[in-house]
T-cell receptor, first 109, second 114 residues
């Protein structure tokens, strides 16, 4: 997969605030996957995006793939304490997934 | 439980010793992957198998690392002559070939090299 960069590295929010993490690439990506890793846990697949401009929603989570397919974002509306963890984006090419270094979200009750 | 299982969950060893990790993928998944993860970083690709064939191995992986999947089911990852820099979480994942982007990870095997 292609190298992907994530920002910010850390995000601290008050419960109820929104949260967004960004995933960027210098090259066009054929796909983007998003994973969540809870503290002490393993990465869990959330979603895959493949189309230019694609938007997918999972309850309070909204995933977007940029028009140029060089960036993606994950937005969480009204964060809850259960949202804490590290969110990774990844790109898969020729069977190999390349992960970003993640954005770690902490939520203060 | 029909998820990906890894054994052992924790391994503490002395520098220079050999260690072996085992991964049992989801039974119908024909692809199996090994990743390594250190604190504050995303999973780093090591190698992957399609059934019993090892299709790719990371160029970053030294010759001390070897992986097998002899019957296309479980896999082992062996690290010979361990070094302190090998300390990490070793994650196994599996997937279906046509859904290669959707990886199902195991709980991982944490290696500490003293």
């Amino acid at each position: 997969g292609q190298q992907v960069m994530q920002i910010p590295q850390y995000q601290h929010v008050q419960e109820g605030e929104d949260f967004t993490t960004y995933c960027n690439s210098s090259t066009t990506l054929s796909n983007i996957q998003w994973y969540k890793q809870r503290p002490g846990g393993h990465p869990v697949f959330l979603i895959q995006l493949v189309k230019s401009g694609e938007v997918k929603k999972q309850k309070r989570l909204t995933f977007q793939f940029g028009e140029a397919k060089k960036n993606s974002s994950l937005h969480i509306t009204a964060t809850q304490t259960t949202d804490v963890g590290t969110y990774f984006c990844a790109n898969t090419n020729a069977g190999k997934s390349t992960f970003g270094d993640g954005t770690t979200l902490t939520v203060k009750p | 439980d029909t998820g990906v299982s890894q054994d052992p969950r924790h391994k503490i060893t002395k520098r220079g010793q050999n260690v072996t990790f085992r991964c049992d993928p989801i039974s119908e998944h024909n692809r199996l992957y090994w990743y390594r993860q250190t604190l504050g970083q995303g999973p780093e690709f090591l190698t992957y198998f399609q059934n019993e064939a090892q299709l790719e191995k990371s160029r970053l992986l030294s010759d001390r690392f070897s992986a097998e999947r002899p019957k296309g089911s479980f896999s082992t990852l062996e690290i010979q002559r361990t070094e302190q820099g090998d300390s990490a979480m070793y994650l196994c994942a599996s997937s279906l070939t046509y859904a290669a982007g959707e990886l199902f990870f195991g709980e991982g095997s944490r290696l500490t090299v003293l």
